[in-house]
């Protein structure tokens, strides 16, 4: 092994609203060494994911967050370089949510959750695959779609940040379950997208001065299933359109998480009593023990020519706060990656 510095990124403060490059430093430490029955990975894409604002400000959450100082946690797909493990040899493909913004990790195999190291086939698709359609956000939109969603056909389903990583799966799972797919995104050029992936019709959020208005024009007979990736005004003005026994997937707030002061929005209450609509959190933690499922049927629907998407790649992990901020922005078109090895 040639490579003797590895590269991190440390939160250098937490931000207060909208983060920006000051939140961030990269540091340069030695690359570290693998103790018994561990490896060393060296990544080759890092993954960039929302849930990663909610963990480096200062208010609770389900998880812990990052303190100042420490290594950014996040997601990533890599070498294996060196192992000291029975069941990985050097050139395995190792993913784990438990990386962090680095260029070399030394994990520990083994472990079921999201944070565990599962070997990758890069037979079976692309080995940054695993951190998008057919990872994490490819099992939030199969499960929070699925499960939680249950999508029937004939169905109206409005999705959200829908030319997202979890939005784009989201909505073609929703036509391959025979329903009308409205797609909510905030760019010509993400419904351009949209429109190529069959969704039925589409609304630009950042151009539609009255999308409650918007919203029912396209859904006449009202929203069966609305997957809600955004919060914020998206979700204030779908919930005046639900449909009766309407199910509604609280999947992210991405549209609130870098707003200051608290989230006040309208109340929704008299609209899930008219409709007897079902509103459920999810989380796609809860769903992990499933993940072999989901990825068996992510990867033949692909192969059946039924799923297809779009991956947004940075190059350099240097570009790492840029990548983050994109996704704060809406300025990514699909599933954010950047590219280190
Ligand atoms: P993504 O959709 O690929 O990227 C984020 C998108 O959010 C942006 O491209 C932008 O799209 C939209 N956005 C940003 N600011 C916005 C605003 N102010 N108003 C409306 N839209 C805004 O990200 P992703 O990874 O697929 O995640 C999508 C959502 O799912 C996020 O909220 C994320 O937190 C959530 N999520 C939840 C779970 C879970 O377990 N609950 C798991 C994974 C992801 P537009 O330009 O189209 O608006
Ligand atoms: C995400 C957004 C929010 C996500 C998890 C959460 C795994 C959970 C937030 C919370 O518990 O406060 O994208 O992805």
């Excluded at 109206?156 to 799972?173: D, F, K, R």
């Excluded at 997957?227 to 003005?237: M, Q, S, V």
Aim: charged share 20%.
């Amino acid at each position: 092994m040639t490579d003797t510095v590895n590269r991190r990124w440390l939160l250098a403060k937490h931000p207060e609203g909208m983060p920006d490059a000051s939140c961030f430093t990269l540091e340069t430490t030695p690359v570290p060494v693998p103790g018994p029955g561990e490896i060393l990975v060296k990544a080759r894409y890092l993954s960039v994911d929302p849930y990663m604002r909610g963990r480096i400000g200062r208010s609770k959450s389900y998880a812990k967050g990052v303190e100042i100082g420490e290594v950014i946690r996040g997601g990533a797909v890599g070498e294996v370089v060196a192992s000291n493990h029975p069941a990985w040899a050097p050139g395995d493909i190792a993913e784990t949510m438990g990386f962090g913004w680095q260029e070399f990790a030394v994990l520990a195999p083994g472990g079921s959750g999201p944070d565990g190291v599962r070997k990758v086939d890069p037979a079976l698709a692309p080995i940054e695959s695993s951190l998008s359609w057919l990872g994490m956000p490819g099992l939030t939109a199969y499960f929070g779609l699925l499960d939680v969603g249950r999508p029937r056909p004939g169905d109206t389903v409005v999705v959200s940040a829908a030319s997202g990583a979890v939005g784009q799966i989201v909505g073609q799972l929703a036509k391959a379950a025979g329903c009308r797919v409205v797609a909510i995104a905030g760019s010509p050029e993400k419904l351009a997208w949209c429109e190529e992936l069959g969704f039925d019709v589409g609304i630009d959020h950042r151009a539609t001065a009255d999308l409650c208005a918007a919203l029912r024009e396209a859904c006449p007979n009202g929203v069966d299933v609305f997957f809600d990736n955004t919060g914020g005004p998206i979700h204030d003005a779908v919930m005046k359109n639900l449909a009766l026994h309407a199910r509604v997937v609280i999947c992210g707030r991405i549209a609130v998480s870098s707003q200051p002061g608290p989230d006040i929005g309208q109340r929704f209450n008299g609209h899930v009593l008219v409709a007897r609509a079902t509103v459920s959190g999810f989380l796609v933690f809860d769903w992990w023990h499933r993940h072999a499922e989901a990825v068996t049927r992510l990867a033949a629907l692909q192969k059946a020519g039924k799923l297809r998407f779009r991956e947004d790649v940075l190059d350099g992990i240097e570009r790492m706060p840029e990548a983050f901020l994109r996704l704060l922005t809406g300025a990514n078109l699909g599933k954010q990656l950047v590219r280190v090895g």
